[in-house]
């Protein structure tokens, strides 16, 4: 009973706020049922080091919702447990860009009326990662974290209860316990796209992946290998560019490009130098977008569908699951190719 009721003495959510969040929690998972008797406000008070009044305060809160009763002489019980605690989600993506705009408004248009989202970005920062993590603890009761690093994040992630964790886009390793996830496998996924497309890329010599490493840009380890499996089984010529330079670009060779400044600076050069593309030069760029859709009258892509996603996520969020779903991909043909 002691570990029942848990106060982040760090967090900017009022002290009152957080017992009565963790009461209704409690009830939602079953920790507490219907006619138990929650601590004393002396006991809480003493256990958690806050004032009575704010106990007090916390109680009279949930009495007056219906949650708990009062009995003279006796204390406090729990009085409904059909109760659930409105939605309030904190999302935490790496960056903001079309195809996350797509995710998060699916996610956004599909839970519950009155669900608050706050949205976060932690730009590949590491420390900034953990300490937004860290400081809002107890300030949520869903957290949706994208661990877009390649390196391992577990200590933090576990830090988070399993049953408020959604892990999105990425897999992650060594988180323990029970939590939901919706993930890229990016390694078979870029495989089985490159294979879907062999018909298409045997019109050129050559094909280049090109990551765009730097501070801003996230590359999968899983997209390398990935390529490297598809070159070596298809017995396709292939290299890979840190980095897009027009100096790269060769007449009769097909590029695949991750980052959309360089999908901006390909086209650019291509126009220039008067090659058709999809016939003189092939061009693939990775995560649709609608402006994908009609630029030189449509570029391929291999893209998972973030709309899809999205769904999903509501769906695991709504219903409380703990399923780990790998999203659809697919390599979408289009004039570029």
Known sequence: ????????????????????????????KGTLNHGQQLPSISELSSWQNVAKVTVAKAYEDLRKRGVIQAKHGKGFYVANTAVRSALNVFLLFDTLNAYKETLYFALKSRLPEGTQLSLFFHHYDRKL??????????????FVI?????????????RIPKDRLVIIDKAA??????????????ENDIYSALESGLDLLKKYKKLTLV?????????????ISGFKRFCKEAKMDCQIADKFSTGIVRKQEAYLLFADRDLIDFVKHVRHEDLLLGEEIGLISYDDTPMKEILEGGITVISTDFEQMGQTLSKIIDQKL????????SLIRRKSL
């Open 1 to 28: 009973m002691r570990d029942l009721i848990k106060i982040n003495a760090l967090s900017k959510q009022p002290k009152y706020q957080q017992i009565t969040n963790e009461v209704i929690a409690s009830i939602e």
């Open 129 to 142: 990662f953990d300490d937004l993590i860290a400081n809002n603890l107890n300030n949520y009761n869903y």
């Open 146 to 158: 994208m661990p877009h690093f390649n390196e391992n994040v577990s200590a933090t992630l576990n």
């Open 322 to 329: 703990t399923t780990k779903t790998a999203n659809p991909s």
């Open 211 to 223: 990551l765009a490493k730097g501070q801003f840009q996230f590359v999968p380890d899983g997209i």
């Open 173 to 186: 390793e060594d988180v323990s316990g029970e939590y939901a996830a919706v993930y890229q496998d990016f």
